[in-house]
């Protein structure tokens, strides 16, 4: 129903941005990010919108960019996910990084958005990898990248033991991806730990 809010910020919060828009003032739940990027009183904005109707509220959902409202409805897509578990997704990572992990299937990435269990984690990667391929992403080579390495053995094992040295699945997949998949394991990891420290 509504695409979009166009006005001056009048009021935010971490999890809101109240944008005036002529004589009505819309408030907007939001991500973290959002927020941090409409923290100027007077500011004029434009948030993406997604309006959500529900028996007891109607709430509007407001975000910096398209590629974070393509993230929150893709995320609210999956079923046990509602609106404040998504924000809290995308309070604490980038759209990109979410989609990152998701292709990596590192859900311990995901568990440390608050409200977000393993079992849950599990379940937004198993719903949603083969539909992030659709989202216009500005990591979509990344996303490329990181499916090409799980689909290789002696790449999967160097991000297998990066990943043992404490590294998350997504940013070891990244490092692995950008090496020559004909070289050893041994040699992959180092390489890939070398990239990794810079």
């Known amino acids: 129903m509504f695409y979009s809010v166009s ?9 809101f941005v109240a944008v005036d828009s002529g004589s009505v003032a819309f408030l907007c739940f939001t991500s973290m990010q959002t927020a941090a990027k409409c923290s100027i009183i007077g500011e004029k904005v434009t948030l993406y919108t997604y309006l959500n109707v529900r028996e007891d509220a109607i709430e509007l959902y407001g975000f910096y960019d398209k590629e974070e409202l393509d993230c929150f409805k893709m995320l609210i897509g999956v079923s046990g996910v509602g609106a404040k ?3 809290s997704l ?7 990084k979410i989609i990152l992990s ?12 608050s409200g977000i269990g393993a079992k849950l984690a599990q379940r937004i990667i198993l719903e949603l990898k083969d539909k992030i391929g659709s989202l216009s992403v500005s990591s979509s080579e990344n996303v490329a990248a990181v499916s090409s390495v799980s689909q290789n ?3 999967a094992e160097a991000v297998a033991a990066l990943v043992m040295l404490g590294y998350g699945q997504s940013e070891a997949s990244i490092a692995v991806s950008g090496l020559d998949p004909s070289l050893s394991v041994e040699e992959l990891i180092k390489q890939a730990l070398k990239l990794l420290s810079k």
């Open 7 to 15: 006005g001056h910020v009048v009021d935010y919060s971490t999890n």
């Open 85 to 87: 578990m998504a924000l």
């Open 90 to 96: 995308l309070s604490e990572y980038t759209a990109d």
């Open 102 to 113: 998701i292709a990596a299937g590192d859900h311990k990435a995901l568990t440390k958005a």
């Open 153 to 155: 053995s002696v790449t």
